[in-house]
């Protein structure tokens, strides 16, 4: 059963555009909601997260938009760059006992042309 | 460096073969998770382990071992692996208590099942 659904699978942008990748949950137990960042040979590294009680956060050129009413979670990479070429995860956790457990979505590649 | 450590970062092994991957983490978490990723399939959480107790075993089969000695390491041990098994086996750690869900992965063992 996958928990979380995102979407697309690839996406390519041109330098400067916005970069949006959407993903949607199941579970209304779901309380964390954070974007993971992975390079190639590398592991996913945190890039930003949201909480359900705010409807947006941003961080630079990064902003999660967040729906609770729709379970629907969004990235938008503004003004995206080729740096920002690689996997992005949507993940949802909640709390477990004396653990967190984080349900990933399948991931975006995303390509940025220069 | 993340603060997450694995080892080897390559393995390459025979289906007979017994190995051990390796996790160290040096942020005073203690949770500590191995993910399996691979082309098809999205982050696959496979153990989880909450101040050094096994709190999730996801359905693994038994030729994966974990084994959490204290909450700074994590190992996997790995015997008669299939070569379905081939994949990034990536180990994340985290606070067990608090509101900071955040993981922090480390670079992931590659492992070559051949």
């Known amino acids: 059963q996958q928990q979380v659904k995102q979407s697309p699978q690839s996406l390519i942008v041109q330098k400067g555009g916005i970069s949006i990748i959407n993903c949607a949950y199941e579970?209304?137990?779901?309380?964390?909601f954070p974007w993971y960042q992975q390079f190639p040979g590398k592991g996913p590294a945190l890039l930003i997260a949201?909480?359900?009680?705010?409807s947006e956060k941003k961080e630079g050129r990064f902003t999660i938009s967040f729906n609770k009413s729709a379970k629907q979670f969004s990235l938008h990479i503004m003004d995206s760059q080729p740096g920002d070429s690689a996997t992005y995860f949507c993940?949802?956790?909640?709390?477990?006992?004396?653990?967190?457990?984080?349900?990933f979505g399948s991931g975006t590649r995303l390509l940025v042309r220069p | 460096e993340t603060g997450v450590t694995q080892t080897p970062r390559h393995l390459v092994m025979g289906m007979t073969n017994k190995k051990s991957l390796k996790c160290e983490q040096h942020?005073?978490?203690?949770?500590m998770y191995w993910y399996k990723q691979s082309a098809k399939k999205p982050l696959e959480l496979m153990f989880v382990?909450?101040?050094?107790?096994?709190?999730e075993n996801n359905s693994v089969p038994s030729r994966f071992s974990p084994e959490c000695p204290n909450s700074s390491h994590l190992f996997l041990h790995l015997h008669t692996l299939q070569p379905e098994d081939s994949a990034l086996y990536l180990c994340?750690?985290?606070?067990?208590?608090?509101?900071?869900?955040?993981?922090?992965f480390g670079s992931g063992t590659r492992l070559t099942v051949v």
């Open positions: 994340a750690s985290s606070q067990a208590t608090g509101s900071d869900y955040g993981y922090t």
């Open positions: 579970n209304t137990a779901f309380d964390y």
């Open positions: 949201i909480r359900p009680d705010v």
């Open positions: 993940a949802a956790s909640r709390r477990m006992d004396s653990s967190y457990k984080l349900i």
């Open positions: 942020l005073g978490h203690n949770a």
């Open positions: 382990y909450s101040l050094e107790e096994r709190v």
